[in-house]
């Protein structure tokens, strides 16, 4: 592998992280009413609300299916990731990100041989974040007083659970002997926040039960594949390059909480994240994580 290039594939990746682009907009206090939708090159009719969560959702666990295959068929999930765009899209231009254009740049390099490994990772991983924060704004209308159809908010909270559930069915092989933990505790605080709507009642304390398993589940998600980069580092660079491109995105998408918590170990958590191999600790990374996870 060209090793100059993988470096600028995952630093271009966390110069996003570094500059703050998108941590200074924390996913639980969007900074646009989430009901709107302001995108000059979308019809003036599509809004937040109108956006197809589960097209999303379905396209993303199809993507996931396809690029594991061992020949992967690039031009399908193309046509895969072009349903997820609008609410891309949507969330690029809510956010300050731009995973549209990130995960179409890409998806080319891919198509052209580019990397694929550890260009593909911008799009599974992106799209988990974008699942995350959309997941994290129908929290936020689901809690307001004025939300009349909150049965609807449920569902699209639902849709956007299934596109990121297989990550916590993962870490629970990988932590907890495939013996369902996280799983459990996503569908636990989803089965609270049903409760909350059916009863009417407060949805607080099943949102808060939802974010900390989100926040565990991908805390546990960037250590694996550290761990992951202190077994093959001696052995398989190419495979640390991929590894390390996943723990980057990973960490993206908790990160603004760490940062918000405890700043330091946020900085010192990305000099890891860009460090030579042989400078990552799995023991001092689980510290780090921990200190500014939600208790």
Known sequence: MNRTRAALIVG????????????????????????????????????????????????????????KQSEVDWSAIRVELQKTLPVVRSMDLRRGLSYEADMAAALSKCEQGELPKVNQQVIAKGLQHVAVLGLTQELSLLARDDTADKRKLLARIEAFSTGIRPTFVRRDKDYFDGKPTLAAELDQALSALEQAVDKKTSPAEASRALNNAIHRTYALSVLYEIEQIEKLRQTDLDACEVKRAEAVIFYRIISSSIAKAKPQAHAEILVMLEAPFDQMSATSLKTLLGSGLPS
């Open 12 to 67: 271009g990746v966390l110069v996003l992280i570094g500059a703050g682009a998108w941590i200074a907009l924390q996913p639980d206090q969007p900074h646009d009413d989430p009901r709107e939708d302001r995108s000059l090159s979308q019809p003036k009719a599509v809004t937040w609300e109108t956006l197809d969560i589960g097209a999303f959702a379905d396209a993303e666990i199809k993507i996931e299916r396809l690029r």
